[in-house]
């Protein structure tokens, strides 16, 4: 239990925590249970900003200035492998319709 | 305030991340998961995170986002079909997920806080102290985190490139 001093209420760290892992877990289940590959890439956006939350509230907890910095570099690294996977996904659609991400377990165009 | 605040933005984050889940066609996830990504910006603000809260809604609200709207408007309505399911995927994911979620309470229930850092909190999270922290520490890293981005933009447009028995 860490308690923090947000306009003078009292917040706990660790409910910024909890609703980053539910977050984080219901991203897991649109990977897991989704077929198509445009809403998995979307899942996984949800997984990165649960993870961002973590480290944002890490950040407040200890009055240090480093998790906001690395929620930033993992807000670039999700935006990058946004474009990259639209980009494959963008290329697949080119040549036929995948309404299944199963059609492409075989790895050939 | 503050509580009530934290409790309607986190209803909302996890309203959306239930719609990102939930709703079958493709526009309704996106639209879902920019409503997390307000909500959770309101929560940046809350944790005085003022920077992570306006790269939030301009880079990710906004430009990712759009992005992902481009690609379902280029693409077109895709549906979803229940068929070709592997047997006892359902059973596996709820399986897997309970699994994650109770090793998740059990990390939480075992967080030992540290004492905070001396820090001034008028001065936390503004972009004179990202910047500071940007460019003398962090340099290195951030440095990468660009030749991240090239390689990325690169990338995307050799992807989508026309070939040439195309034309």
Known sequence: ?109 | MAIAVFFVAAAMAVLGGIGVVAFHQPIRSVLSLVLVMLALSVLFLLLSAQFVFAVQIIVYAGAVMVLFLFVIALLGPARELGRGRLRFQGWLSALFVLVLLGLMWGLLQGVQYRQPDQGDLSFFGTVQSIAVGLFTTYLYPFELTSILLLVAAIGAIYLSRKRIDDL
């Open chain 1, 1 to 109: 239990m860490s308690a923090l001093n947000i306009g003078g209420s009292q917040l706990d760290a660790s409910w910024f925590l909890l609703l980053s892992a539910v977050l984080f877990v219901l991203g897991a289940v649109g990977v897991l249970v989704r077929r198509n590959p445009l809403v998995i890439l979307i899942s996984i956006e949800l997984m990165l900003n649960a993870a961002n939350l973590a480290l944002v509230a890490f950040s407040r907890q200890l009055v240090n200035i480093e998790g906001q910095l690395f929620a930033l570099m993992s807000m670039t690294v999700a935006a990058a492998e946004a474009v990259v996977g639209l980009a494959i996904l963008v290329d697949i659609f080119r040549t036929r319709d995948v309404e299944d991400i199963d059609d492409l377990s075989e790895l050939r165009g």
